[in-house]
């Protein structure tokens, strides 16, 4: 089995596309910068396909990466997990597609790590222009190692457990608010009280750190185990 990880840049790894929304549905979905965040789409809304701006064209597949040409420290990238039927994104969107070299999941796990991150913001801040501002010619000629698939899908799947957990304990923190604040104060005091401290999340993997990978609340977490993004993305 080869166990052999590659030297890469991201431009050998995948594509940038371009694909012009040209159909006649008679209602789609408008991805705007705003519309992702953190690995997420945030707008599923239909609306009539007339009057549309300018900027919404391009067309995008499942598993594909959304990735803002905009203020990369904002984090508005997305990974699309979903078949998105009418969707069209804007043209500040970089529309991100992964060769057969390297795994959809893989690729966008490098790209949102704060280490890519922070260089992109450099190289936006170093270019002319009235906002700090990227291109797929800056991103492409970024270093990756590229492990064997079947490494790549260890990496994914260690990492997609860690995003869930993080994703059930938001959503825990979230629906604890309104449930203290609904307390009648006239009442006696239960046995359970709520906590203003965040829920952290457990890990069983003992070679994951909370400390440096993927969105900032795990970052808050205090385990002290080697950082994942240096042993699986910087590594060996």
Not at 12 to 38: F, G, K, M, P, R
Not at 210 to 227: E, V
Request: charged letters at 20%; one cysteine or more.
């Amino acid at each position: 089995m080869n166990t052999t990880w590659r030297q890469c840049t991201i431009g050998d790894v995948c594509d940038t596309i371009s694909n012009t929304y040209n159909s006649n549905a008679q209602q789609v979905v408008l991805i705007n910068t705003s519309d992702v965040l953190e690995g997420k789409v945030l707008n599923h809304i239909y609306i009539p396909n007339e009057n549309l701006k300018g900027q919404f064209k391009k067309t995008f597949e499942e598993g594909d990466i959304l990735y803002s040409e905009i203020r990369p420290q904002n984090k508005r990238y997305a990974y699309i997990d979903f078949a998105p039927i009418n969707y069209i994104a804007s043209t500040k969107l970089m529309v991100i597609r992964n060769k057969n070299i390297v795994k959809s999941k893989y690729l966008y796990y490098f790209l949102q790590s704060d280490k890519i991150i922070s260089e992109l913001q450099m190289l936006a801040e170093t270019r002319s222009g009235t906002f700090p501002q990227i291109t797929f010619n800056e991103l492409s000629k970024l270093s990756i190692k590229i492990p064997p698939l079947p490494e790549q899908d260890r990496i994914i799947s260690i990492l997609d457990s860690i995003c869930k957990k993080i994703d059930i304990n938001q959503q825990i923190n979230d629906n604890l608010a309104p449930v203290h604040e609904s307390k009648d104060t006239n009442k006696p005091e239960k046995s359970i009280t709520f906590s203003s401290q965040p829920i952290r999340p457990s890990f069983s993997n003992k070679n994951i750190s909370g400390r440096d990978i993927l969105y900032p609340a795990l970052r808050s977490t205090t385990i002290p185990y080697p950082d994942p993004y240096k042993r699986f993305f910087l590594a060996p």
